[in-house]
């Protein structure tokens, strides 16, 4: 039988005290996910970057690690088959648990986060900002009618989401990933990325609704600064996952929350673990 997975954000895993969270991973199959890390590391708070401790000890008590989405999308295209439901990476789960410590490329100088973060940043904002100029571009010349119909779209982030995902779910993905995936990749371009099961086509199909919400924000003054489009393409991160979690823990009303209620309006969203309910939790003893 299944155990109902779950998966933690970064506002969640702060605002909750950590030996509840603890008690919580004991019974529960809660997902702490690399991009959870990656936040805590390149924060700019000194006192979030020091949370890498904190990460540890949840994995510890029972939490279970999982990698970047890369990581899924480059096996579905190895293997031209969906990725299983099991999100946790176990091999470096235990690894964690058995060093007692997070993984070695997670402690960097301050040259080092630098980097880190500025790579990151460049593969968000080519992806998000750059793409979505594009297409401003491409509807100021081709169809300058969109532009009023944009600007008349919902300012609630909810609703303008859902309308999103409404209109790309008419579309097919499979042309999409094709596309945009370094052709080294993919094994067998005919039967890669075929419909929803797939988590390439949840990482496009989310994409190209950011993108598109990015064109709405600037055609309407919104545009985001360059820090909010690397933490935007992270919330990403989080809300794919729930294309194989059963939920997703998060305090975060501004971005992942509705995302992710728009983009899989069949799963579990929670602000609390008093929220969660009973058919969470399991025992493997």
């Not at 096996?75 to 235990?94: G, I, R, V």
């Not at 119909?149 to 982030?157: C, G, L, V």
């Not at 303008?160 to 097919?172: K, L, M, Q, S, V």
């Not at 820090?227 to 305090?251: N, P, S, W």
């Amino acid at each position: 039988m299944k155990s109902k997975q779950i998966v933690i954000d970064k506002d969640a895993f702060i605002g909750i005290d950590i030996s509840t969270l603890c008690k919580f991973a004991k019974r529960h199959f809660l997902i702490l996910p690399e991009v959870l890390i990656y936040e805590c590391m390149t924060s700019d708070n000194m006192k979030e970057r020091k949370l890498i401790q904190r990460c540890k000890t949840l994995i510890v008590s029972g939490a279970y690690y999982c990698p970047r989405s890369v990581t899924y999308l480059k096996w579905e295209a190895k293997n031209a088959s969906p990725y299983p439901w099991f999100l946790a990476d176990l091999e470096k789960t235990n690894l964690i648990r058995r060093e007692n410590s997070i993984r070695q490329e997670h402690t960097f100088d301050i040259k080092e986060l630098q980097e880190v973060y500025n790579l990151h940043y460049e593969v968000a904002n080519g992806i998000l900002s750059g793409t979505s100029s594009n297409l401003k571009s491409k509807m100021n010349l081709e169809r300058p009618d969109i532009i009023q119909r944009i600007k008349k779209m919902s300012q609630n982030t909810m609703c303008r989401f859902t309308e999103w995902f409404e209109n790309i779910d008419r579309f097919n993905m499979h042309n999409t990933a094709v596309t945009k995936l370094p052709e080294k990749f993919i094994k067998d371009k005919v039967n890669f990325c075929l419909s929803v099961e797939w988590i390439t086509w949840q990482y496009f199909r989310i994409i190209t609704v950011l993108v598109d919400d990015y064109y709405y924000r600037s055609e309407t003054g919104g545009s985001p600064k360059n820090e909010k489009i690397e933490h935007d393409f992270q919330d990403m991160e989080y809300v794919l996952l729930l294309c194989r979690a059963d939920g997703l823990l998060t305090r975060d009303e501004k971005m992942v929350k509705p995302l992710a209620k728009a983009a899989f309006p069949d799963k579990d969203v929670f602000s609390s673990l008093d929220e969660v309910p009973e058919d969470y939790k399991y025992d493997w003893a």
